[in-house]
C-alpha cells in the first residue's frame, strides 16, 4: 500500500514517512502511527501522520 488512503492507516500500524525537510531527497523515516493528521480520505502525496516518536510527515510505504 502507498498510502494516499486514509482507510488503509491506524494508529499502530508501522510505516515509512517522508518529512517536510527530507521532500528534495526523498529519504524515508520508518515508524508507529500515533495520529492521523490528514482529516480527508485521500491525499494525492500521502496521508500526513505524526509517530510515536513525534516525528510527522506523509506516509509513503505501509508496512502492516
Known amino acids: 500500500m502507498n498510502g494516499t488512503r486514509r482507510a488503509d492507516i491506524e494508529p499502530g ?4 514517512i517522508v518529512q517536510k525537510q527530507d521532500q528534495r531527497t ?23 501522520v505524526r509517530l510515536e516518536t513525534g516525528e ?6 505501509v508496512s502492516g
Open 56 to 61: 510527522v510527515g506523509r506516509v509513503k510505504q
Open 13 to 16: 500500524v508501522r510505516v515509512a
Open 26 to 48: 526523498g529519504r524515508l523515516t520508518e515508524g508507529v502511527v500515533r495520529d492521523i493528521l490528514t482529516k480527508s480520505a485521500t491525499h494525492p502525496h500521502g496521508i500526513k
